[in-house]
């Protein structure tokens, strides 16, 4: 789970983490009275979306008198920000966040990540901090270092040391850098965050440290325990469709192509979307149904895969485990009737109840294409979506 700049300040400031004073802002009016309670006599009017580069697609501005943070936010709320990481389609801004300014001498680079290949939290640390650190990252990844932590020690002085020098800091500077990695490791495990980015860590011409951005991903696995942590969700920022799917349990993610995928389990949803990749189409989502779905669960699943106007054909691929395959083939019936099925529809079914599954969808009335096996199912629906070429 992802959330707003101002959020993951508020997190980190209840573990000590020097940030600037700011306010939140949802209206236009929000935003000048917050700038006057900051006082001035420099503001940042910062967009609030789900999605970094916020400055290249002019979600950040630094205003320089009450005019100007008005019409600032007048322009910022409301508008679709289109940035390097939100796809052409962009966000719409629904908050901005107003910050008092700062005397920036250097800005730096600094992150938090679970690194899956060492089973180990990783910090990433780089000099070229700023809207470019991932041409820093491609043009030169020697500038960039990677600091393991040791679960079994955890974070030690030493590793602010080493990251200290990493970022050519010194003296007092160091000293905060140190005491700011203990302080930023301790927040990262005791909220379950899966990524925590700071970019930039800005060095002030009084050479203080302080975190002038600051992105946080918390691992959904383990919300149940951070209920505060949960209440800072903004549905605004998800794709309806992963909303809908999410109140069935359903593990959906929206994708670009245009073949609308139902498999049960990750590895076979992965296989699916690769084989289709392989076939010469592209996967419109990753849906995992989950082993023991019922058929409301199957339904909701179909009928989210209908709405999506991107989706030109569906495959359906199930090996029946603990699912059986009875269960989905009663559930498209059911979205089937619920909906109109105007586009091609390949199902593969095998395992438990597979013929019964066969048979009921053969009976159904339904216009659809069976197949054998995966390969055959994969060739079938791209060939279909294609008009049978």
């Given at each position: 789970?992802?959330?707003?700049?101002?959020?993951a300040?508020?997190?980190?400031?209840?573990?000590?983490?020097?940030?600037?004073r700011?306010v939140?802002?949802?209206?236009?009016?929000e935003?000048?009275?917050?700038?006057?309670?900051?006082?001035?006599?420099?503001?940042?009017?910062?967009?609030?979306?789900?999605?970094?580069?916020?400055?290249?697609?002019?979600?950040?501005?630094?205003?320089?008198?009450l005019?100007a943070?008005?019409?600032?936010?007048?322009?910022?709320?409301g508008?679709?920000?289109?940035?390097?990481?939100?796809?052409?389609?962009?966000?719409?801004?629904?908050?901005?966040?107003?910050?008092?300014?700062?005397?920036?001498?250097?800005?730096?680079?600094?992150?938090?990540?679970?690194?899956?290949?060492?089973?180990?939290?990783?910090?990433?640390?780089?000099?070229?901090?700023?809207?470019?650190?991932?041409?820093?990252?491609?043009d030169?990844?020697?500038?960039?270092?990677?600091?393991?932590v040791?679960?079994?020690?955890?974070?030690?002085?030493?590793?602010?040391?080493r990251?200290?020098?990493a970022?050519?800091?010194?003296?007092?500077?160091?000293?905060?850098?140190?005491?700011?990695?203990?302080?930023?490791?301790?927040?990262?495990?005791?909220?379950?965050?899966?990524?925590?980015?700071?970019?930039?860590?800005?060095?002030?011409?009084?050479?203080?440290?302080?975190?002038?951005?600051?992105?946080?991903?918390?691992?959904?696995?383990?919300?149940?325990?951070?209920?505060?942590?949960?209440?800072?969700?903004?549905?605004?920022?998800?794709?309806?469709?992963?909303?809908?799917?999410?109140?069935?349990?359903?593990?959906?993610?929206?994708?670009?192509?245009?073949?609308?995928?139902?498999?049960?389990?990750?590895?076979?949803?992965?296989?699916?979307?690769?084989?289709?990749?392989?076939?010469?189409?592209?996967?419109?989502?990753?849906?995992?149904?989950?082993?023991?779905?019922?058929?409301?669960?199957?339904?909701?699943?179909?009928?989210?895969?209908?709405?999506?106007?991107?989706?030109?054909?569906?495959?359906?691929?199930?090996?029946?485990?603990?699912?059986?395959?009875?269960?989905?083939?009663?559930?498209?019936?059911?979205?089937?009737?619920?909906?109109?099925?105007?586009i091609?529809?390949?199902?593969?079914?095998?395992?438990?109840?597979?013929?019964?599954?066969?048979?009921?969808?053969?009976?159904?009335?339904?216009?659809?294409?069976?197949?054998?096996?995966?390969?055959?199912?994969?060739?079938?629906?791209?060939?279909?979506?294609?008009?049978?070429?």
């Open positions: 789970m992802n959330i707003h700049e101002y959020q300040k508020a997190v980190l400031k209840e573990f000590g983490v020097p940030i600037l700011g939140p802002a949802f209206t236009v009016d935003a000048v009275k917050a700038a006057n309670d900051l006082g001035g006599p420099v503001w940042v009017v910062k967009s609030q979306i789900h999605a970094g580069g916020r400055g290249k697609g002019g979600g950040v501005k630094v205003v320089k008198s005019d943070v008005k019409s600032e936010a007048a322009r910022m709320l508008m679709t920000l289109v940035t390097p990481q939100t796809g052409p389609q962009g966000r719409v801004v629904r908050r901005l966040f107003i910050e008092e300014g700062a005397a920036i001498a250097r800005e730096l680079y600094l992150s938090i990540l679970v690194d899956r290949a060492t089973s180990r939290i990783a910090f990433i640390a780089s000099t070229e901090g700023g809207m470019d650190i991932e041409k820093v990252a491609h030169t990844p020697e500038k960039i270092l990677t600091i393991y040791d679960p079994a020690s955890g974070i030690q002085p030493f590793h602010g040391r990251i200290s020098k970022l050519k800091v010194t003296g007092d500077t160091a000293k905060q850098m140190g005491a700011l990695i203990e302080k930023l490791y301790k927040a990262f495990v005791a909220k379950d965050m899966s990524l925590l980015e700071i970019n930039p860590l800005v060095i002030t011409d009084k050479g203080d440290v302080v975190c002038l951005d600051a992105k946080i991903n918390f691992d959904d696995n383990a919300l149940y325990r951070h209920k505060d942590i949960e209440a800072l969700h903004d549905p605004n920022e998800q794709d309806p469709a992963e909303l809908e799917a999410a109140k069935y349990d359903l593990n959906f993610i929206k994708l670009d192509g245009s073949i609308g995928c139902l498999v049960n389990g990750a590895g076979l949803a992965m296989a699916t979307m690769d084989i289709i990749k392989l076939y010469g189409s592209s996967p419109a989502n990753f849906l995992d149904v989950g082993g023991g779905a019922s058929k409301e669960k199957v339904t909701a699943a179909f009928k989210i895969l209908l709405k999506d106007p991107s989706v030109k054909g569906i495959l359906v691929n199930i090996f029946g485990g603990i699912m059986r395959c009875d269960i989905i083939a009663e559930g498209i019936i059911a979205a089937a009737k619920e909906t109109s099925l105007s091609p529809l390949v199902a593969r079914l095998s395992g438990t109840n597979a013929d019964l599954g066969k048979k009921i969808l053969a009976e159904s009335g339904l216009r659809l294409i069976p197949a054998d096996d995966l390969a055959d199912a994969a060739d079938k629906i791209v060939k279909a979506i294609k008009g049978g070429k």
